[in-house]
């Protein structure tokens, strides 16, 4: 299995402010995934961090708005920037691969945007 | 989209199995049937996955039809802390597999 955190596990923010947002993973994984869940809704996959290379987004996300970094394969940060109130959701990391069986999900962090 | 359709809410007295089924008509060959559940409040948490045999471990089982196109989780004693919303998924058996979610079932135990 694999154990995930994620920091800051809660924040409220201003509209127009930026929150940079850190996983960590206990071992070396091969997948890192970032969901996004609004209020009430399921989860949106929002992108894939890529260790090496620019992340992989899905359709409806772009890297303007939520650049990723992936530096090693236990750590990577997704930012919200030039935040809104439509920013306000949950977002969490995801993590798979180098013998893991199945995808692991973090806590989550909750982001309130006022 | 979600290639797969559930009922939006089921209920279950405790102690009792809970069945939670799901459509998947369009699977394709390579494709697994995966069940997670979230409870309030947390991250997803993975259950079970199959390919065309029925499967079981500690938390649940799974039944999957001959055809392919749909499936059945079984919680065999349902409890109080089974109460979470349940996402049935497809999708190929690969760490570079995307998983996407669709709306679930929110499943809730009565005492």
């Known amino acids: 299995s694999a154990v995930i955190s994620q920091k800051p596990s809660r924040d409220i923010c201003q509209r127009g402010t930026s929150l940079t947002i850190q996983c960590q993973v206990d071992s070396q994984v091969t997948m890192m995934f970032w969901y996004r869940q609004q209020p009430g809704q399921s989860l949106t996959l929002i992108a894939t961090?890529?260790?090496?290379?620019?992340?992989?987004?899905e359709s409806g996300f772009v890297i303007d708005k939520f650049p990723i970094s992936r530096p090693n394969l236990t750590f990577s940060t997704l930012t919200v920037s030039n935040m809104s109130p439509e920013d306000s959701s949950i977002y969490l990391c995801?993590?798979?691969?180098?013998?893991?069986?199945?995808?692991?999900f973090g806590p989550g962090t909750r982001l309130t945007v006022t | 989209d979600a290639k797969t359709t559930q009922p939006p809410s089921m209920d279950c007295a405790e102690g009792r199995a809970a069945n939670l089924p799901c459509n998947h008509s369009t699977i394709s060959g390579n494709e697994y049937v995966y069940w997670y559940r979230q409870i309030h409040s947390q991250g997803p948490q993975y259950i079970i996955h199959?390919?065309?045999n029925n499967e079981t471990n500690e938390m649940a089982s799974l039944i999957i039809t001959e055809d392919r196109k749909s499936s059945t989780l079984i919680l065999p004693h349902a409890t109080l802390r089974d109460t979470a919303v349940y996402y049935c998924i497809v999708r190929e058996n690969s760490s570079a597999s995307k998983i996407i979610f669709g709306s679930g079932t929110r499943l809730s135990i009565r005492p």
């Open positions: 961090a890529n260790q090496g290379s620019e992340a992989t987004y």
């Open positions: 199959g390919l065309k």
């Open positions: 995801s993590v798979e691969g180098q013998g893991l069986l199945e995808q692991y």
